[in-house]
Nanobody, 120 residues
Framework: QVHLVESGGGLVQAGGSLRLSCAAS????????MGWYRQAPGKQRELVAA???????NYRDSGKGRFTISRDNAKNTVNLQMNSLKPEDTGVYYC??????????????WGQGTQVTVSS
């Protein structure tokens, strides 16, 4: 089993910064993608940023230039540094880890979510 635990959410004024952290534990496949998703009230969950075990990154257009995703493979942690926050960044942020294991099975795991609220 794999567990993901997020931390770092909170309330911040527009223009401020937050740093989200996620620690993964359990049977984690070495070749994986870890990422952050956001779900705003009444909206679908959407990808914010993702990073492979090799360090390749992918960002949602709205976060480019403001958000930075990073990871520590040895510690199985992934972080999301969010700067110049906007009210539209508000939502519950979920940590995700997924991979295709040796048998070819797709595995995806989610954290419990952490609330980010950006006031105008």
């Amino acid at each position: 089993q794999v567990h993901l635990v997020e931390s770092g959410g909170g309330l911040v004024q527009a223009g401020g910064s937050l740093r989200l952290s996620c620690a993964a534990s359990g049977s984690i496949f070495s070749r994986n993608v870890m990422g952050w998703y956001r779900q705003a009230p009444g909206k679908q969950r959407e990808l914010v940023a993702a990073i492979t075990d090799g360090g390749s990154t992918n960002y949602r257009d709205s976060g480019k230039g403001r958000f930075t995703i990073s990871r520590d493979n040895a510690k199985n942690t992934v972080n999301l540094q969010m700067n110049s926050l906007k009210p539209e960044d508000t939502g519950v942020y979920y940590c995700n880890a997924d991979w295709v294991d040796e048998s070819g099975a797709y595995r995806a795991y989610w954290g419990q979510g952490t609330q980010v609220t950006v006031s105008s």
